[in-house]
């Protein structure tokens, strides 16, 4: 199978490509940033809880790497925008697309370890430490299943 990467699948110009997979990346990160502002949101409500007092100080160092991770995977997800509206009009689009995929991928590496934070946050208030790391690890496993291995199985079987 042609890899649409370097042109074989699609008869298309460079500029065209770059169109299309400018299009289907804005798709992607409608529904990446969405979620991630959401869990971003959540995450700024925890310390204006009445019960945020009473975390240990193991929890609140988790809260706080788990905001900053938040934050972090925020702008690393809306970056392609920024530089999309930066960049428009210079004639960058291919390089526009392949930086943004990256700053993409970047943002759901962040958003692992900002759920992995989540996770860890919530269950250590509700559970056992050894269970709540037990949890999430099998919660981090999943994420990589369904986020890297599913496609890259994929990928290769196409191959």
């Given at each position: 199978?042609?890899?649409?990467?370097?042109?074989?699948?699609?008869?298309?110009?460079?500029?065209?490509?770059?169109?299309?997979r400018w299009g289907d990346l804005l798709q992607e990160l409608r529904v990446t940033q969405t979620?991630?502002?959401?869990?971003?949101?959540?995450?700024?409500?925890?310390?204006?809880?009445?019960?945020?007092?009473?975390?240990?100080?193991?929890?609140?160092?988790?809260?706080?790497?788990?905001?900053?991770?938040?934050?972090?995977?925020?702008?690393?997800?809306?970056?392609?925008?920024?530089?999309?509206?930066?960049?428009?009009?210079?004639?960058?689009?291919?390089?526009?697309?392949?930086?943004?995929?990256?700053?993409?991928?970047?943002?759901?590496?962040?958003?692992?370890?900002?759920?992995?934070?989540?996770?860890?946050?919530?269950?250590?208030?509700?559970?056992?430490?050894?269970?709540?790391?037990?949890?999430?690890?099998?919660?981090?496993?999943?994420?990589?299943?369904?986020?890297?291995?599913?496609?890259?199985?994929?990928?290769?079987?196409?191959?």
């Amino acid at each position: 199978m042609a890899n649409p990467e370097v042109g074989g699948g699609r008869d298309e110009t460079p500029e065209e490509r770059a169109d299309r997979r400018w299009g289907d990346l804005l798709q992607e990160l409608r529904v990446t940033q969405t979620g991630v502002q959401i869990l971003f949101g959540f995450l700024l409500t925890v310390v204006f809880q009445q019960r945020f007092s009473q975390l240990s100080p193991t929890d609140r160092h988790l809260y706080v790497v788990t905001v900053a991770l938040g934050a972090a995977t925020t702008g690393s997800l809306v970056g392609p925008v920024a530089m999309h509206r930066l960049l428009t009009g210079q004639r960058l689009k291919p390089e526009t697309v392949v930086w943004a995929s990256r700053l993409t991928v970047l943002g759901l590496f962040l958003l692992l370890c900002t759920m992995t934070c989540s996770l860890l946050l919530v269950l250590r208030v509700v559970t056992s430490d050894a269970t709540s790391a037990w949890i999430v690890g099998l919660m981090v496993v999943w994420f990589v299943l369904c986020w890297l291995v599913f496609p890259l199985w994929v990928r290769r079987r196409g191959d």
